[in-house]
């Protein structure tokens, strides 16, 4: 039985500034993954959360789901999909027993439960279980007889309540933190490592397909796999190869084989370095962090960059001699820039593009308010 396990969309998403649904990024990969799901014609597919990237997504995030998710059951597709932390988990679930009939099927609101499909190919059935999001929290409500001191005990009597048949295939979509995972900096952090779940909680399940952690990898076995993001959303992520997952479930007891597929963006995302007059001798539309190796200070240079490279995302400076990162905000410049001057900076990295003069205005009048 193939099916593909997909995660971490985060439809919405910016990208210092820019918008990936309006620069068609977001558009251009999830026709990728249509042509692929086209060559490898899986029995269905996974969307291990984070299908939004904010609770409340834009409207734009919401059309783009709802076309690629028609396409999908247009072609005959089931498509299992659950809430990741940065999904509402009431909009994940609204209109779920509508469509289902369409093969659609979002994870409901936990409530203890979680939701189970089953399908089956020549070797029998196959469970699948649809566990979302899962804090500490929402477990001790539903299992006040149960101690529950951390997630991976709540994400371990979440599994225990499943009662499932070890006897028969059974696949798990999750969307966690497992211990050991490689983060990177796109991504929400646990907070005192307690959000941690060790990957034995997977232990009974033929496959683990897991969402939350943007590179995509196995956690001690084929058999528990993060999906990893289709796109790179940080500069941390520049040499990482995003792809699809494509998994073969054969009969009970034999090993999932697993084939990654490479995805195509619209522009990559990279690092390059070197002189100011090296970088604007070529141009590139990807996502770029500009190191330069220039031992001074080029004036505007994010500003001048940007004419050959119209997606640079920030500028840093490289020491040429000790070859150690030199921030922009260093200790020398804080002494002699004025808050108005750090503020500006601040801004210019934040978002891509310099204040206009009504917010440089407003700013000063703030500053001079505070400081008097």
């Keep these: 039985m193939k099916f593909i396990h997909l995660a971490d969309l985060h439809l919405g998403r910016r990208v210092c500034g ?6 068609k990024d977001q558009k251009h990969i999830l026709d990728n993954i249509a042509e692929i799901i086209e060559e490898e014609n899986p ?59 369409s093969g659609i099927h979002f994870s409901p609101i936990y409530n203890g439960r979680a939701e189970r499909f089953t399908v089956a190919d020549e070797y029998g ?13 929402e477990a001790r409500r539903f299992f006040p007889d149960e101690e529950i001191p951390d997630t991976a005990a709540a994400v371990s009597t979440a ?27 796109s991504e929400r ?22 969402g939350h952690l943007h590179k995509p990898q196995a956690m001690k076995s084929e058999r528990i796999r993060y999906g990893g993001t289709p796109l790179k959303y940080s500069v941390s992520e520049a040499d990482q190869k995003k792809c699809l997952t494509v998994c073969e479930l054969g009969e009970k007891g034999t090993p999932v084989k697993v084939t990654l597929r490479e995805l195509s963006p619209l522009r990559d ?70 808050p108005l001057e750090l503020f500006e900076g601040f801004f210019a990295e934040a978002n891509g593009k310099n204040m206009t003069e009504e917010q440089r205005g407003y700013m000063r009048g703030m500053i001079e308010k505070i400081w008097g």
């Design 18 to 23: 820019f918008s990936l649904i309006e620069e």
């Design 43 to 101: 029995r269905f597919m996974i969307i291990a959360g984070d299908v939004y990237d904010k609770l409340s997504p834009p409207v734009e995030a919401v059309t783009l789901l709802d076309e690629f998710l028609t396409e999908l059951s247009c072609k005959g597709l089931e498509t299992f999909i659950i809430a990741g932390n940065h999904d509402s988990p009431e909009r994940i679930a609204f209109g779920a027993s509508l469509m289902n009939k």
């Design 125 to 137: 059935e196959v469970n699948i279980y649809l566990l979302p999001y899962l804090r500490t929290a």
């Design 159 to 185: 599994i225990k309540a499943m009662n499932i048949d070890t006897s028969r295939r059974n696949i798990i979509v999750s969307h966690q933190f497992v211990d050991g995972g490689e983060q990177s900096a």
């Design 189 to 210: 952090g646990a907070v005192g490592g307690t959000d941690g779940v060790p990957a034995e909680v997977y232990k009974d399940f033929d496959y683990a397909a897991l």
């Design 269 to 338: 995302m990279r690092v390059i370095e070197g002189s100011f007059n090296e970088i604007m001798s070529v141009s590139s539309d990807d996502f770029v962090e500009v190191h330069l190796t220039d031992t001074g200070r080029v004036p505007d240079a994010q500003k001048r960059l940007r004419a050959q490279y119209p997606h640079i995302m920030s500028v840093r400076y490289i020491n040429e001699q000790e070859r150690a990162p030199i921030e922009i905000n260093e200790e020398s410049a804080a002494r002699t820039a004025s």
